[in-house]
């Protein structure tokens, strides 16, 4: 069985950092392209970063609204992917996922991925 856990959302302020993490079990993670994707309410689950496995070198992607201030990143040993976000504005705020799938490219349409966390809160004050 595929888990996905994400963890280290949290308020902070603007022009402030964070970093989130998801551990994954139940998958050889090495194998998998992982994600991170948000979403706020009444709106679709929009890609963040994805970063592919890591043997054919890791190739990160990132969204036009997110690149220079996000870096995703990933530790095979501990089967965990982070997203290390910096200079966080508060169009930022919303509940992120991670997100797992075999698909190369990595898909930029959420409904292409198998596997889904349960999210985490981002909330950015202004």
């Known amino acids: 069985q595929v888990q996905l856990a994400e963890s280290g959302g949290k308020l902070v302020q603007a022009g402030g950092s964070l970093r989130l993490s998801c551990t994954a079990s139940?998958?050889?993670?090495?194998?998998?392209?992982m994600a991170w994707f948000r979403q706020t309410p009444g709106k679709e689950r929009e890609f963040v970063a994805a970063i592919t496995r890591s043997w054919i070198g890791g190739t990160t992607y990132y969204a036009d609204s997110v690149k220079g201030r996000f870096t995703i990143s990933r530790d095979n040993a501990e089967n965990t992917v982070f997203l290390q976000m910096n200079s966080l504005k508060p169009e930022d705020t919303a509940e992120y996922y991670c997100a797992a799938d075999l698909e190369m490219p990595p898909p930029r349409q959420y409904r292409q991925y198998d596997y889904w966390g349960q999210g985490t809160q981002v909330t950015v004050s202004s």
């Open positions: 139940g998958l050889t993670f090495s194998l998998y392209t």
